[in-house]
């Protein structure tokens, strides 16, 4: 689990709440988390999900703009706010380690959209919803410029589980697992730690 947990401050117009875990020793790996619609750092599976990550990378997950404790009004303009905190954390903390972008519900499907900014080491979609009806931001860069590891639920929204099958289908960075349950499901256990893992590996992906 975490020995790294800290409430921090994302952002300045809006401000964004944001937690940030990290393990005792140094990771090599970062990954900045976009929650699903609605969801909250306080809420009990995503919390769980972060702090079985943070196990091995380090984590900085924040509250979208609307949600939680952070201001504003959630719409377009997230990925806007995603592609932003991607560029300050090169400056905000430790230089050097190796970025991963992740995401559950809508969030996966932000941290695909957002797959293409500079630096990013791999993509975490958790649960993705991938119908561009969501925000109308469009499809996910293609070819992807990092691997992506998908894993979403069986009995998530058919109209979900075909638009990932036939995105994965065409991306030859793209793997997905296929998991029992909703899309919640991927933030329990052994996924969990199969996430982790995959993520950390991500320190020496080239």
């Given at each position: 689990?975490?020995?790294?947990?800290?409430?921090v401050w994302?952002?300045?117009?809006?401000?964004?709440?944001?937690?940030?875990?990290?393990?005792?020793?140094?990771?090599?790996?970062?990954v900045i988390?976009?929650?699903?619609?609605?969801?909250?750092?306080?809420?009990?599976?995503?919390?769980?999900?972060?702090?079985?990550?943070?196990?091995?990378?380090?984590?900085i997950a924040?509250?979208?703009?609307?949600?939680?404790?952070?201001?504003?009004?959630?719409?377009?303009?997230?990925?806007?706010?995603?592609?932003?905190?991607?560029?300050?954390?090169?400056?905000?903390?430790?230089?050097?380690?190796?970025?991963?972008?992740?995401?559950?519900?809508?969030?996966?499907?932000?941290?695909?959209?957002?797959?293409?900014?500079?630096?990013?080491?791999?993509?975490?979609?958790?649960?993705?919803?991938?119908?561009?009806?969501?925000?109308?931001?469009?499809?996910?860069?293609?070819?992807?410029?990092?691997?992506?590891?998908?894993?979403?639920?069986?009995?998530?929204?058919?109209?979900?589980?075909?638009?990932?099958?036939?995105?994965?289908?065409?991306?030859?960075?793209?793997?997905?697992?296929?998991?029992?349950?909703?899309?919640?499901?991927?933030?329990?256990?052994?996924?969990?730690?199969?996430?982790?893992?995959?993520?950390?590996?991500?320190?020496?992906?080239?």
């Open positions: 689990m975490a020995t790294l947990v800290q409430d994302l952002g300045t117009e809006p401000r964004l709440r944001a937690r940030r875990l990290a393990p005792y020793e140094e990771p090599a790996v970062r988390f976009h929650p699903d619609l609605g969801e909250t750092l306080d809420d009990a599976p995503l919390a769980g999900f972060l702090e079985r990550l943070a196990a091995r990378v380090e984590v924040y509250e979208p703009r609307g949600q939680g404790g952070s201001a504003g009004r959630f719409g377009p303009v997230a990925l806007d706010d995603l592609r932003g905190l991607l560029a300050d954390l090169r400056q905000r903390w430790h230089q050097g380690r190796r970025l991963v972008v992740a995401g559950h519900g809508l969030g996966a499907w932000m941290a695909l959209r957002a797959s293409d900014a500079p630096g990013i080491a791999g993509i975490l979609a958790l649960g993705p919803v991938l119908r561009p009806s969501s925000l109308e931001t469009g499809a996910p860069a293609s070819p992807l410029g990092a691997p992506a590891f998908v894993i979403d639920g069986r009995d998530q929204d058919p109209r979900d589980q075909e638009a990932v099958a036939a995105w994965v289908a065409r991306e030859p960075q793209a793997a997905r697992l296929s998991v029992p349950g909703d899309h919640r499901a991927s933030l329990e256990s052994p996924w969990a730690e199969m996430a982790a893992a995959w993520t950390a590996e991500r320190a020496a992906a080239r």
